[in-house]
């Protein structure tokens, strides 16, 4: 199977960075697209960033200039430079690889990981 496990949230004050990381495990034979997606208490969880595995990004309208997403294809990790955080960046966060195929075989699987909390504090 694959796992994707996030690392990196806390609780930081408004105006400060943070870096997210999320680790793909398992067995995996490539992965395409990775992204960031994360959801506010009472709110849809909507896409923050994404990255292909040639390195093309896509932003939310909401983080563009502050958020930064990359990745390590050797390490099949992708992580996410969050700058200027600000209050309403709140939320869990969670890594996502919609399109992943399993080693020694031809089986696409989409896996998300478990989520990992930010609070920015005004």
């Known amino acids: 199977q694959v796992q994707l496990v996030e690392s990196g949230g806390g609780l930081v004050q408004a105006g400060t960075s943070l870096r997210l990381s999320c680790a793909a495990s398992?067995?995996?034979?490539?992965?395409?697209?990775m992204g960031w997606y994360r959801q506010a208490p009472g709110k849809q969880r909507e896409l923050v960033a994404s990255?292909?595995?040639?390195?093309?990004?896509n932003y939310a309208d909401s983080v563009k200039g502050r958020f930064t997403i990359s990745r390590d294809n050797t390490k099949n990790t992708v992580y996410l430079q969050m700058n200027s955080l600000k209050p309403e960046d709140t939320a869990v966060y969670y890594c996502?690889?919609?399109?992943?195929?399993?080693?020694?075989?031809?089986?696409?699987?989409?896996?998300w990981g478990q989520g990992t909390l930010v609070t920015v504090s005004s």
């Open positions: 398992g067995s995996i034979f490539s992965i395409d697209a």
């Open positions: 996502t690889a919609p399109s992943v195929v399993v080693a020694g075989t031809w089986v696409h699987v989409e896996v």
């Open positions: 990255i292909t595995s040639g390195g093309s990004t």
